[in-house]
């Protein structure tokens, strides 16, 4: 006699197909946001990491996750007096809509300066100089920007392509700082000055000697300054766990509400097997291995479409997903365990059925 697990899923299949997909849907949903999250942050952290000043200087409550220009341009030539500091870049950052799904950000930079500083090179085309130019990374450059191409910046202004640069640093797109301080109207003004010390082992006492030299201001190491997602979004985490948690329940919904109609659709054969002499022990078993069947399958349907949809969001949006093998591991624990709770009650219920009840159930 086959087992109920191959019997069950064979003879039924559409309502295994839709069990099927949704435990697939948590495992998606897990997967996509835990993906993006850590995808945009490793993403930030490595062009942060690009930057090759010690220390940011900038106006208090200013973030690098937020549009400010209300740093006074004055600075940069007061940070170049400060003794250990060897060079002073004014940037400025701007946030902005991007499309359907989110925001993308451009800078302003003098781009001298700030080449020497980040030590970036260009690869092809020059440097942006008149107020609709801007150059790009290689990243941004390979979603078809080529020098020569428009890019559509702010949301509705077309700027021409003129260089690409590598390694990538800071935001993708760079202006000339005057054409950002137009676009903003603030003259004179930077979100913040990159300071790069003439020997790191000293930055620490630099920046205290900034600090001390130029009180309510805001110093920081660029470490500090350019946070993870996690970190600059504070509730982040909480939805994460959130996030898994509905997933788990999902899947033991969708499990339990499939093995409840199994139950009910099988209590003759249960009934058979229960006068067969069949134990309990053996109609749980039965239950649950069908059940994490289900499960199993939901997940390699679930780690399908996730990276199927983070590979086609990335070609739409450029956003970056990263699929970590431990958020791949708590994704397979939800499906599976969420999947064998789920079958807990049906299975209980199957094994506790009358014999003489079941067989004579129409």
Known sequence: MDSLVISNIRQRPLRSAISVFGVALGVTLVMLFTGLSRGMSDDLQRRSANVRAEIVFTRPGSLATSTTANLSMKYVDLLKQIDGVEAAVPVIRHFYPSGPWGVDQVEGVDWDSFTRMSNIRLVQGRGPKAFDEVVIDEAKASRNHPVGSSLKLFGDKDLRVVGIYAPESGARAKLSLEAMQDFLEAPGKCSYVLVKVTNPAEQVAIARRINEKYPGNTVQLTGDFFPSIEKSIPG????????????????????????HTTITERTREIGILKAMGASRRYIISEIEREALAISFLGLLVGFALAALAGFFIHKATGLIFEFGPWWVLTAAVIGLVGGALGALYPAARAANLDPVTALAYE
């Open 236 to 259: 982040l985490a909480i939805f994460m766990r959130v996030l898994v948690a509905l997933a788990a329940i999902v899947s033991a919904l969708v499990v339990m509400l499939a093995m």
